[in-house]
């Protein structure tokens, strides 16, 4: 069982360039997020997924798109790059539309630097 | 609004020592708390939650976490760590009952001396 699958696993950036982070989950969750992790901020959420075709913002979603396709997939777009971007990416999903008890299973991360 | 503070950034300590990590939270009305790890290169994992009943919640790998309401703390707690228990440790809190609305603290790392 794969869990949640997220690619790439690094990647670098000039400012200004777009790009999109995969995350995909054999789990049948309905719930899908996107965090990103800064040294001494804990994690923040991007956006997040209630079920298919349904999207919402999180506390930081500036700069950032997503969609969500099918129950498996939820790519987050980076529509123009910028160095405040530079950030440790996770995916996380949930079963059911996330209710807490539910715990998050998460990704090991996608580390983008941007220059 | 709510917030979650860890004291501690690092806590070293010896193999087989007990530790206490810190956790704090600001809140009005109920909340659940949550602790999660992350072991190197890796995702986070739930290591135990408090969402009602008991305030004293234990985990597989025999860490437990109190929730004390009056002084709004969810602190941490192994009698005898072992190297494998470094990692990054999260302390997270919810006023509601969804995912979207978890608030994780800034983590503390636990590195583990021989």
């Known amino acids: 069982n794969a869990g949640v699958t997220q690619t790439p696993k690094f990647q670098v950036l000039k400012t200004g360039q777009s790009m999109t982070l995969q995350c995909a989950q054999d789990?049948?969750?309905?719930?899908m997020s996107w965090y990103r992790q800064d040294p001494g901020m804990g994690l923040r959420l991007i956006h997040y997924?209630?079920?298919?075709?349904?999207?919402d913002q999180g506390e930081v979603p500036n700069g950032y798109n997503v969609s969500r396709s099918t129950t498996e997939d939820f790519p987050l777009r980076l529509l123009s790059a910028a160095p405040s971007q530079t950030s440790v990416y996770f995916c996380?999903?949930?079963?059911?539309?996330?209710?807490?008890?539910?715990?998050?299973?998460f990704g090991n991360g996608t580390r983008l630097t941007v220059t | 609004a709510q917030s979650v503070t860890q004291l501690d950034s690092q806590v070293p300590v010896f193999e087989e020592a007990p530790v206490e990590l810190r956790c704090n939270y600001s809140?009005?009305?109920?909340?659940?708390l949550f602790w999660y790890v992350q072991y190197p290169n890796q995702g986070l994992q739930l290591l135990l939650k408090?969402?009602?009943?008991?305030?004293l919640v234990e985990s597989i790998n025999g860490f437990e976490a109190e929730f004390n309401k009056s002084q709004t703390s969810f602190h941490l707690r192994k009698p005898s760590v072992h190297i494998s228990d470094t990692a990054e440790y999260f302390c997270?809190?919810?006023?509601?009952?969804?995912?979207?609305?978890?608030?994780f603290g800034s983590g503390t790392r636990l590195s583990i001396r021989p």
């Open positions: 789990m049948n969750h309905e719930y």
């Open positions: 996380a999903s949930s079963y059911s539309t996330g209710q807490l008890n539910s715990p998050l299973h």
């Open positions: 997924s209630v079920g298919a075709g349904i999207t």
């Open positions: 997270a809190v919810s006023r509601y009952s969804s995912a979207s609305k978890i608030i």
């Open positions: 408090y969402l009602s009943g008991s305030t």
């Open positions: 809140s009005s009305v109920s909340v659940y």
